[in-house]
């Protein structure tokens, strides 16, 4: 099993869709989970970490459950500008002092206007 | 405004030819890793620096070599480049403290071995 596997995508949706990204991780020790945005050959940018309580942060809502080691995101009003792939990334517990985060190889999003 | 510079943004090389990527963070951060993006594999993670003079490697090393004398510089060296060594190199930087705080990357670079 892959450490952290996402929906391969890619996903196309009308502006002012909800969309939503799912995200299982192989590791239950794992410690921090975040996701981040990658447009199109540029560096990965945080969108937001995700904690045990879920967490808002405008459109986007993040979501986590350590039982079922799942992940989500939902964006809500897609935007246009939210084109971009999304990552689902988590830390481990075992690297020591290492912060090595483990990527998934990301979601594809189209947003059509 | 806080960042993470890596140059070049560019390079094309021939086998063999050493080569540095040189990688600098005004955020005064201890940790820096550098990772590298291929298709179908995503982002993996090369080396890690926890502070000066301390290094370490991430999962994929081999053909690579650090060195961390600065806080703020942590370069990348492919002493004898070879193409499988192509690939989009990113930097990054962590604030200290919490665990949840994610990475700042650099804009990266695109190393193409001829």
């Known amino acids: 099993r892959k450490e952290v596997e996402q929906d391969p995508g890619p996903f196309n949706v009308p502006e002012g869709a909800t969309v939503a990204f799912n995200c299982t991780y192989s590791?239950?020790?794992?410690?921090?989970f975040f996701w981040y945005r990658q447009d199109c050959r540029k560096e990965p940018k945080l969108l937001m970490s995700?904690?045990?309580s879920g967490n808002e942060d405008g459109r986007f809502t993040a979501q986590l459950n350590r039982a079922s080691q799942y992940i989500s995101l939902l964006i809500r009003d897609s935007k246009l500008s939210d084109s971009a792939t999304y990552l689902c990334?988590?830390?481990?517990?075992?690297?020591?002092?290492?912060?090595?985060?483990?990527f998934g190889k990301g979601t594809l999003l189209t947003v059509n206007p | 405004e806080a960042q993470v510079t890596q140059n070049p943004r560019y390079l094309i090389t021939v086998t063999g030819k050493k080569l540095t990527v040189t990688c600098s963070q005004n955020?005064?951060?201890?940790?820096m890793s550098w990772y590298r993006q291929d298709p179908g594999l995503g982002l993996r993670q090369i080396y890690y620096?926890?502070?000066?003079?301390?290094?370490d490697k991430g999962d994929v090393p081999e053909g690579y070599k650090v060195s961390r004398k600065e806080k703020r510089n942590f370069p990348l060296i492919l002493e004898s480049p070879s193409p499988n060594q192509t690939s989009l190199y990113f930097c990054?930087?962590?604030?200290?403290?919490?665990?949840?705080?994610?990475?700042?990357f650099g804009s990266g670079t695109r190393l193409t071995v001829v």
């Open positions: 990334v988590v830390r481990n517990v075992g690297g020591g002092s290492n912060y090595k985060l483990t």
């Open positions: 995700v904690y045990s």
């Open positions: 990054a930087s962590k604030p200290p403290g919490g665990i949840n705080y994610g990475y700042t």
């Open positions: 955020m005064n951060h201890e940790y």
């Open positions: 620096s926890m502070n000066v003079e301390v290094t």
């Open positions: 590791n239950s020790a794992s410690q921090s």
